[in-house]
C-alpha cells in the first residue's frame, strides 16, 4: 500500500507543470521629453491561468505582483515562478505589464524582454498620439496634457483582485480619478 501511495505520490508531482523561472524585472522610468526620473510610477505584472476546453481557451487571473518606481525612476519586480498543477487542460501566461502614473500615458503590454536585461534594440512606439520609447531596462512615458486623453489613459486592472494586494496600483488610479473630478473610487 505505501509503493502505491509512493507512486501515485511521484506521478502526481511528474504531471504538475513548472512555468520557467523568469525576471527579475528591473528598469528605469523616464519622462520622454525631459529624460527625468519618475517617481511613483506603478509596475503591475499580472499572470493568468489558461484553459484549454473544446470551445477555445479561457482565461483566468492567476497572479499579480506589483512595486512603484523610487526617486531615480528605478523598480523591480522579484523573479516569480507560476505553478500549474494541470498542464493537460492549461497553461499559464504573462507576465503582461500594466506601468501606470497619474498625468502620464499608460502602457499594458508584454515588456519582459526590456525589463529582464535581455538586450533588445531601442523601439519607439505612438499610442493615442503620443510616443512611447523603450530599450533595455528604460521606459520613457510621455506626460498627457488634456482631460480627455486622461481620461482615456485610465488602466483596468484584474477585477477579482482586493486592493490589500495592489495597494499602489489602486491608490495611483483613485488619485488620478480625484485629479480628473471623476466621484467614487475604484477600490476601498
Known sequence: MIIKTFIVVI????????????????????????????????VLAVWDR???????TSSYFYEAKE????KEGEFEIPSYTPINMLPIISYM???????????????RMSLGDYLNS??????????????YRFESGIIELPRL???????????????????????????????????LGIRGSVKK
Open 11 to 42: 506521478i502526481f508531482i511528474m504531471s504538475c507543470g513548472f512555468a520557467f523561472a523568469d525576471g527579475p524585472w528591473k528598469g528605469k522610468i523616464l519622462d520622454v521629453e525631459t529624460k527625468e526620473p519618475l517617481e511613483g510610477v506603478v
Open 50 to 56: 489558461i484553459y484549454r476546453t473544446p470551445f477555445g
Open 67 to 70: 512595486t512603484a518606481s523610487n
Open 93 to 107: 501566461q504573462g507576465p503582461e505589464f500594466t506601468i501606470f502614473k497619474p498625468g502620464y500615458g499608460s502602457l
Open 118 to 131: 535581455n538586450t533588445k534594440k531601442p523601439q519607439e512606439m505612438e499610442l493615442l498620439g503620443k510616443k
Open 145 to 179: 496634457i488634456y482631460k480627455e486623453e486622461r481620461l482615456r489613459n485610465i488602466p483596468g486592472g484584474p477585477t477579482d483582485v482586493g486592493d490589500d494586494k495592489l495597494p499602489f496600483f489602486y491608490k495611483s488610479i483613485n488619485e488620478e480619478r480625484i485629479n
